[in-house]
């Protein structure tokens, strides 16, 4: 059973106001906004696709793909939820395979990718992929290392492709979670991104320790003026034991909203805050409401914070796994996990998720 009919459609409009606001805040760099125009248009077909799929067939497609193309990583970032949940994977999909799973998506309407990891550009043939797929958007979320000045070229051709560095804040949160000189570095990348018009997007993880810093308008004026159009704001949700003060306070949870909107009234910049902006849809999108999860070694699943599936693709296509039972009982029990005021719905009662899972395949 597929999400309802009003849902959907405000999850379309939703992604179309998101794409138009990329042409918005690209106007001073013309071949760029025409693209994004062009991709507002592409969006508008997917969407018919997906919505005659769920007519004719009743298969309910998600417009997102998060797609976690590698476990492995070249940091050991402190609290990363990544290394606490999939360190030891199995056997990761090969590259035919992964570019099989993007091809099987846009055939059904699949408009918009994140890929991540692990550390994605460990595996540097997922830029040769995204290359193939130009009427579908990827945001590569990547710790920026590994971003050298050759695939900064090819990405000067791919604008479908958009860097998406993370970055806690200032040198002292960012080198203090992810490593000595890793800020000065990532700048670095920033300025040579800025050089070649990149469109790139800046991912910042908030804690209760750099809340101030990266909410503060000095903070996101001076990466607008490094290049930045496009903020990700995505509250942390502990995985990791002791990280439980690292959680965002009542008061910095009720603020965060109202900090976001003045941003995108304030700023020339594409605003996107999670959970907060989860709201606007009710609730939680994982389980195929507005995104569903591909594992490193194929696992469909209802979100990264969620590492439970009854499908995978080595074994079945993308169509199939889709049909999946356990996801369907995901989003017809969306009421359970539909909170989204203290971090992730599904990892907070991933007790409940368990007992889905084996109710569905057991």
């Known amino acids: ?27 001073r760099r013309p071949a760029q ?26 298969l309910h497609v998600p417009p997102i793909v998060i797609f976690s193309i590698t476990n492995k990583c070249n940091l050991r970032c402190k609290g990363c939820y990544a290394q606490a949940i999939r360190d030891d994977a199995p056997v990761e999909l090969a590259s035919d395979a992964l570019r099989s799973v993007v091809s099987q998506a846009e055939d059904l309407g699949v408009s918009f990718f994140v890929i991540a990891g692990g550390e994605p550009l460990v595996r540097p043939e997922i830029v040769d992929i995204t290359r193939d797929f130009r009427r579908v958007i990827f945001l590569l979320v990547t710790n920026g290392l590994l971003l050298d000045d050759n695939l900064i070229s090819r990405l000067t051709r791919q604008p479908n492709t958009v860097p998406v560095l993370s970055i806690e804040g200032n040198e002292a949160e960012t080198d203090g979670r992810r490593g000595q000189g890793v800020h000065e570095r990532l700048r670095n990348r920033m300025q040579k991104l800025k050089a070649a018009r990149i469109f790139f997007s800046l991912s910042l993880t908030v804690t209760r320790g750099n809340f101030s810093t990266v909410t503060a308008p000095g903070f996101i004026e001076s990466a607008i003026e490094e290049g930045c159009r496009l903020f990700l704001f995505l509250e942390y949700t502990p995985i990791r034991d002791g990280t439980e003060e690292w959680v965002i306070t009542d ?40 995104f569903v999860h591909i594992n490193a070694s194929g696992d469909l699943e209802p979100c990264p914070f969620a590492p439970y599936s009854d499908a995978n693709l080595r074994l079945v296509p993308l169509k199939e796994a889709l049909k999946s039972r ?22 907070n009662n991933r007790d409940k998720v368990r007992v889905f899972l084996a109710e569905k395949t057991g």
């Open 33 to 58: 906004a025409a693209f994004f125009a062009r991709t507002v248009l592409w969006q508008r077909r997917a969407a018919r696709r997906r919505a005659g799929l769920a007519r004719r067939e009743d």
């Open 326 to 347: 356990f996801l369907a009982v995901m989003r017809q029990n969306h009421a359970l996990f539909a909170e989204t005021s203290t971090g992730c719905a599904l990892w």
């Open 1 to 27: 059973m597929g999400i309802q009919p009003s849902a959907a459609a405000r999850l379309n409009q939703g992604l179309l106001l998101f794409f138009s606001e990329f042409v918005r805040v690209s106007l």
């Open 251 to 290: 008061s910095q949870r009720d603020e965060m909203k109202g900090l976001v909107a003045s941003f995108r009234s304030r700023f020339k910049a594409v605003f996107i805050a999670v959970p907060w902006d989860e709201e606007e849809q009710g609730g939680c999108l994982a389980s195929g409401r507005g």
